[in-house]
């Protein structure tokens, strides 16, 4: 397969068939929209001689045919009622040989449409999925496949170079024979009917055509912007099961299963209700259709055909009546009955110091020996992941988590509470800066990376459990701040157990669990502040040093 990639020239060149929209545009069939569509069309149809182009000038040929087949269909189907009516057995045989000889190329004209229509779809998606990929897929500097999310904001993008692109290229070479065929057979059995109505009758006719575009028009929902905002809720939706897939190991250490579960739900019925009222719009507006294409165009057919018979000489007129599981865990650590790790900070790095907040969250099953722990949650064990997980929802969501705004409020806290909580953190910027508590916006891409981490310490102090596993968690944090925000831990009588590389973390904990990383499971638990101690974190400075050296 030959491969032509676009042109930085050519983005260049089109950038100017691009003007961004404004932020009120509304979806409509208006100016805005045929420059977007003449912008795209551009990009399916490069030149008069493309296989596009072709692909067009066939499936135009077979819509001229079927339409011309049609009025031979009709012709005959007049004929061979006439011939029962009058009793002609001659007539009819021969009317029903005629019928399946003209059977022939029309199924193959119907198969032919369907063939070409789903061959130019194929086409236009080539076209235009290799310019959307050369675009977003651009080497240094532009990297438009790194900026566009970040920077630009620009959510589900998978989706639209795959799903939307797809049924775009659908929808439009289906839009084209639906739109062709109608105006096809609107002046080609207007021709034919016009040398039997006369002027004034084919006069009559296009009044009525009129007639039906303008009551069609008037009782027509806006069914483009509700299909954009049924593709935006479909959109969140699934981004929210795909959140929840990406995020996890995060979700599952803040015990956040049922909290995911209302907002996914909550989600699907902002989808499904809005899918609902789609049905109930469409009803009034399908019947209004059935009312003035079936019945009104029925009875303005019958008045049609009455002109010439009955001001008219007599004509003979043909009517036609109808055609895998988690790794094992290295070490085993066994503790006496009644011991207690109240603190510990493990150092080193890929020595699956990770796995023991998994084993300790009940993630993950030990291999052997015996853990006793206080249930999951926020009275119990309460774990904060080195990626904070910013959840759907307000900025006040995000210090409760997994809460919701409900046991919120049965708890009895209130939001000077959590202004509280975010001087504590450094964080009591954020309500003025990005509008209040009920301001809803996609935090993990509005915060930075301290914020988010810091955020995650403050859901730690509204939780205010037992014991808290912090797993690396303010390894993007000054250490000043994180210093206060881990004595107000303590002060709070929270027990801490941490995953850190900072040895400025030492001072906060009573014991220090080492995991040697040797493959053998091998570790060491000393007392803080005591010789040994001391003398062990010489040797882990001596260990990464000769690190360095490598």
């Not at 983005?11 to 929209?33: G, I, Q, S, T």
């Not at 040895?503 to 007392?527: A, C, F, I």
Request: with cysteine.
């Amino acid at each position: 397969v030959t491969i032509v990639p676009t042109s930085p020239s050519k983005f260049e060149a089109d950038k100017k068939h691009y003007p961004p929209l404004k932020d009120d545009h509304r979806v409509n069939v208006d100016r805005a929209f045929v420059k977007q569509l003449s912008a795209i069309l551009r990009i399916v149809f490069p030149s008069w001689r493309s296989k596009e182009v072709g692909i067009v000038a066939l499936h135009s040929a077979f819509l001229v045919l079927r339409t011309l087949l049609s009025v031979a269909v009709a012709r005959l189907d007049g004929k061979i009622v006439r011939a029962l009516v009058s009793a002609d057995g001659k007539g009819f045989v021969k009317g029903l040989g005629l019928w399946f000889a003209l059977a022939v190329p029309s199924t193959y004209t119907n198969s032919m449409l369907r063939h070409l229509q789903s061959k130019l779809a194929l086409h236009l998606r080539t076209r235009l999925s290799r310019y959307t990929n050369d675009l977003y897929l651009s080497s240094a500097p532009d990297l438009r496949y790194y900026r566009v999310g970040p920077e630009g904001g620009l959510e589900g993008v998978d989706q639209y170079i795959t799903t939307d692109i797809a049924a775009f290229c659908e929808s439009l070479s289906a839009l084209y024979g639906n739109m062709m065929k109608p105006t096809l057979d609107m002046f080609i059995f207007t021709a034919q009917l016009a040398r039997s109505l006369g002027l004034f009758g084919t006069i009559a006719l296009f009044g009525n055509y009129f007639a039906t575009a303008s009551i069609l028009r008037a009782v027509t929902p806006a069914f483009g912007r509700l299909a954009a905002v049924e593709a935006r809720l479909e959109g969140e939706y699934r981004a929210g099961v795909a959140r929840v897939g990406r995020e996890a190991e995060e979700v599952a250490f803040y015990n956040g299963g049922l909290r995911e579960k209302d907002i996914l739900w909550r989600a699907y019925l902002r989808l499904i209700k809005h899918v609902n009222s789609i049905y109930k719009i469409r009803i009034a507006y399908e019947w209004t259709e059935d009312y003035v294409i079936k019945y009104m165009w029925s009875a303005a057919g019958y008045l049609l055909i009455s002109i010439p018979v009955l001001f008219g000489r007599k004509r003979s007129v043909g009517i036609q009546a109808g055609p895998a599981p988690p790794p094992k865990n290295p070490g085993l650590l066994t503790l006496e009955t009644g011991e207690v790790v109240e603190n510990a900070v493990a150092r080193r790095t890929e020595v699956g110091k990770t796995a023991i907040a998994r084993v300790l969250a009940g993630l993950w099953k030990a291999d052997g020996g015996e853990i006793e722990r206080p249930e999951r949650g926020e009275k119990g064990v309460f774990v904060v992941p080195q990626r904070a997980y910013m959840v759907v929802g307000t900025l006040r969501d995000q210090i409760i988590y997994p809460h919701s705004y409900a046991q919120f409020k049965a708890s009895g806290r209130t939001d000077e509470d959590l202004m509280k909580i975010l001087e504590v953190v450094h964080l009591a910027y954020l309500p003025d800066r990005e509008g209040g508590w009920t301001t809803r916006k996609e935090w993990r891409d509005v915060l930075s990376g301290g914020e988010k981490q810091r955020m995650g310490m403050a859901r730690l102090f509204y939780h205010h459990p037992k014991f808290a596993i912090l797993d690396e968690c303010t390894s993007a944090v000054s250490t000043d701040v994180e210093g206060l925000m881990y004595q107000h831990a303590k002060d709070m009588g929270i027990t801490l157990i941490t995953i850190s590389h900072r040895p400025s973390l030492t001072k906060y904990h009573t014991r220090l669990l080492t995991l040697v990383g040797d493959g053998q499971g091998t570790w060491t638990e000393t007392r803080i502040g005591t010789e040994e101690e001391r003398m062990g974190i010489e040797r882990e400075i001596a260990f990464l040093e000769g690190r360095l050296k490598e």
